[in-house]
């Protein structure tokens, strides 16, 4: 009988080809930001409302995930912005393989941004690296306030979250600064913008934290 | 939620190393999984048995080692587990939070019959 010693991350593939994505985009000289939320909370309104404030200057693709239908992209491409859709047929997050799987199919090289919007779960996309630089954490006021602390691994990676639908809080019993609070807790280097897409509410500061991020980028 | 893939994963990397000592049989994996990290052990025990079963390493076992969750508070360096805290440091109450283990997923070592 022997031990034979490993010492390896399980997900040490995912993070090779992930790896490689980042070459690949950085060699583009792209913006790449991994939208991970639940389903329902807004990910597909907030790709809309900020193609339609930032097409104009900057060049926006998408790279969409669903277990089916190509619902997403056709909505994205009837705003202007080019992508193409994913199906993981029953997968509930992507993968590097997957996003790979994808790139020769984008005119990276002519693009400035390329949203990647996960399938709609808080859960499993957190464990996997797609190679992208920024990692959004977005939540909606109709969710309940309780939430980050029940899914820490999103939080905990995530440089941004987003509380979405805050036209609603009138109605709703949400505490945002509590959200804010464990928010800090898991991960104090998170920032917080609160928005609504759908009507505007809070979208200047979000277009404005893409611009400061690109702009970050191209120095 | 999809241990499996994170099995299969595995596989990919337990084979590898295999490879290297063809005429041994794999015995036991151990594995590391943080209670930070999405992945649940019993999930995890039942998808590591759908992939071996009937395959080369048919019969082998999957031994989970669980990390909890720690975290250490940057203010006045209090240590807890994530079951406990509500918010912030139970301690001091500061909300600049370290998170010193649960998020692991790793394999550590094999044990083999050579």
């Known amino acids: 009988m022997a031990k034979l010693d490993i010492g390896k991350k399980i997900q040490s593939e995912n993070d090779l080809v992930a790896a490689e ?30 193609i339609d404030r930032l097409s104009d200057r900057a060049k926006i693709l998408v790279i969409e995930g669903d277990v089916s239908t190509q619902r997403d992209i056709e909505r994205v491409r009837a705003r202007g912005a080019g992508g193409v859709q994913i199906n993981t047929g029953g997968g509930c997050h992507l993968s590097a393989k997957m996003v790979a799987g994808v790139l020769d199919d984008l005119d990276l090289d002519s693009a400035d941004i390329v949203f990647i919007e996960n399938v709609g779960n808080l859960i499993c996309p957190a464990t ?3 190679g992208e630089d920024v990692r959004v954490g977005i939540l909606a006021t109709t969710e309940g306030d309780d939430k980050p602390m029940k899914y820490p691994a999103i939080f905990h990676e995530a440089r941004l979250a987003i509380v979405n ?12 600064e509590k959200v804010t609070r464990e928010v800090g807790v898991l991960n104090p280097d998170c920032e917080i913008l609160t928005l609504s897409a759908l009507r505007g509410d809070g979208m200047d500061a979000w277009i404005a934290w893409i611009e400061d991020r690109l702009s970050r980028k191209k120095e | 939620m999809h241990e499996l893939s994170i099995c299969q994963s595995l596989l990919k990397i337990v084979d590898a190393e295999m490879d290297k000592h063809p005429h041994a049989r794999l015995l036991r994996v151990f594995v590391d999984v943080g209670r930070g990290s ?28 669980e990390i909890p969750l720690v975290g250490r508070c940057r203010s006045c360096g209090r240590r807890f587990n994530y079951d406990e805290i509500a918010l912030g440091c139970p301690d001091c109450g500061a909300i600049d939070i370290e998170i010193e283990s649960g998020l692991e997923l790793d394999i550590r070592e094999l044990e083999i019959d050579d």
């Open chain 1, 21 to 50: 994505n980042r070459r690949r985009f950085a060699d583009a000289g792209v913006l790449v930001m991994n939208l991970i939320s639940s389903p329902g909370s807004g990910k597909t309104t907030l790709l809309e409302a900020t």
């Open chain 1, 128 to 130: 996997y690296d797609l």
């Open chain 1, 165 to 176: 639908k805050i036209d609603l809080l009138p109605h709703l019993a949400y505490d945002v």
């Open chain 2, 38 to 65: 999405t992945i649940e052990p019993i999930l995890l025990k039942d998808a590591f048995e759908i992939v071996t079963s009937g395959g080369r390493h048919d019969g082998a076992e999957l031994v989970i080692h």
